[in-house]
């Protein structure tokens, strides 16, 4: 890129670059397009993101046309919503993952944990449907990880609302899932499966036997866990 940070060339893939290709941009759309609009809440999907460099970035995205930042109701905080520019780059963010699960190699990518973001993911995409009618709350551990970030908290409240916590809400637990970090990051990004695990002994799930059975189908994969990983070369 130039010395003052343009390409130059009139390419629409050179233009486009120009406003994208910029650390943790593309992330940060990742995010956006998911469905998170709070400044907290992308912070959680971006947690290794500096709160000064999201502030900036989101700035940029605001003069580039492809968010807005309103004003909530209590003027307290803001929302900032994608714009039909931003909205048309689902295809492009998509893209991009696709090409990352086919072709990245896996063990590369399981080399990149993060608990909490792992876990605002699973939390995000999780399927209540084949859940209890009834409040069910399932505690993952992760022996191996320090005490402050061994221990979450997925609350699943019919119809639809899925909590997290990091600190012990205080409800009965129905599920205990014990693993460690890479096997459940493994079987959120497709690599794995839950069955697999289990007959492995690398998870261990105690408690209702029925929210134990119905595991792989509620957890809610990653966007991108149904596309094969391919071998290059």
């Avoid at 459940?184 to 492995?200: L, Y």
């Avoid at 991108?224 to 990983?229: I, R, T």
């Amino acid at each position: 890129m130039a010395k003052n940070g343009g390409y130059h060339q009139f390419c629409p893939v050179a233009m486009a670059s120009e406003v994208l290709c910029r650390r943790w941009t593309v992330v940060l759309l990742r995010e956006l397009l998911a469905g998170s609009t709070r400044f907290n809440d992308l912070r959680k999907g971006v947690p290794r993101m500096s709160p000064a460099l999201l502030s900036t970035r989101l700035k940029e995205l605001e003069r580039a046309g492809i968010l807005e930042r309103r004003a909530t109701p209590d003027r307290k905080v803001f929302d900032y919503v994608l714009t039909e520019a931003g909205r048309d780059l689902r295809g492009v963010v998509m893209g991009i993952g696709i090409w990352g699960q086919r072709w990245v190699e896996a063990q590369v990518s399981l080399k990149n944990l993060d608990p909490s973001l792992l876990m605002w993911d699973m939390r995000r995409n999780l399927d209540p449907t084949p859940m209890p009618d009834r409040k069910c709350v399932v505690q993952f551990l992760y022996p191996e990880l320090p005490k402050a970030r061994r221990n979450y908290w997925m609350i699943m409240t019919p119809p639809d609302d899925v909590d997290l916590c990091s600190v012990d809400p205080g409800f009965d637990v129905d599920l205990y899932v014990t693993t460690d970090l890479k096997t459940m990051t493994a079987i959120w990004m497709g690599v794995s499966k839950v069955r697999r695990e289990i007959e492995a002994g690398r998870l261990v799930l105690t408690g209702d036997r029925g929210l134990a059975r119905r595991m792989q189908t509620w957890l809610g994969l990653s966007p991108f866990a149904a596309e094969p990983k391919r071998v290059s070369g």
